[in-house]
């Protein structure tokens, strides 16, 4: 018997479950230099600008108020960025490692039964689930693995469309506006800042 032929034998056959997870939705990074960021992926890459959230800090007291934006890195994949207002860059040993800064791993699942069911699996297996929350388009969950890495699983809510990315460049163009006006940007001067751009666009 050749040694390859030997190796084929050892591995053993599986039967193939019915895959819900339908790969990566997006891998996530913080970024310290949004208007850096946004040029080299959009406008030196090429990668379009597909979405972003405008958040308000929701639940536990380190959050802070964050944009995340997504660009589109081909087959439904996306890179995403999280602008953290007022954070520096360095870690804050405050806070929990990696979500203060937005690191994550984001799985994509098709249906809400889905999410239900890992929700359930998790639970039954007595692994804490950090928290499920709705984010405009997707609904999460988010879960640390045994090396402390934030794992999110996610569900859209509804389809992307072409406004979604009109948005997503009239919000990076609003918050590059601020960056450069100097001071210290928030959220509320973003979001008044794109209402002005919006106002523009918009015919009388």
């Known amino acids: 018997m050749t040694s390859a032929a030997a190796t084929e034998q050892q591995v053993p056959s599986y039967p193939r479950p019915d895959h819900r997870v339908r790969g990566i939705n997006h891998l996530a990074f913080p970024t310290f230099d949004p208007a850096g960021t946004i040029r080299f992926y959009r406008d030196v ?8 959230m405008q958040v308000k800090a929701w639940g536990p007291e380190y959050q802070r108020d964050f944009v995340h934006f997504f660009f589109d890195i081909g087959n439904a994949d996306c890179l995403a960025f999280f ?3 007022g954070q520096q860059p360095y870690r804050d040993e405050n806070l929990p490692p990696l979500l203060d800064l937005g690191r994550h791993v984001a799985l994509h699942v098709d249906t809400l039964d889905d999410l239900d069911r890992f929700q359930k699996q998790l639970e039954d297996a007595s692994i804490p689930i950090d928290m499920r929350v ?3 388009t997707v609904e999460s969950i988010y879960v640390r693995d045994p090396n402390d890495i934030l794992i999110e699983i996610t569900r859209p809510l509804r389809e992307l469309t072409p406004a979604d990315a009109v948005d997503a ?3 990076a163009a609003a918050l590059l506006d601020v960056l450069a006006g ?10 008044a800042r794109k209402a002005e751009l919006i106002a523009a666009r918009t015919p009388v």
């Open 169 to 171: 460049e009239i919000t």
């Open 83 to 85: 602008y953290y207002f």
């Open 45 to 52: 890459l090429g990668f379009p600008l597909v979405q972003t």
């Open 134 to 136: 709705k984010h405009e």
């Open 182 to 191: 100097g001071g210290e940007p928030d959220l509320d001067a973003l979001w």
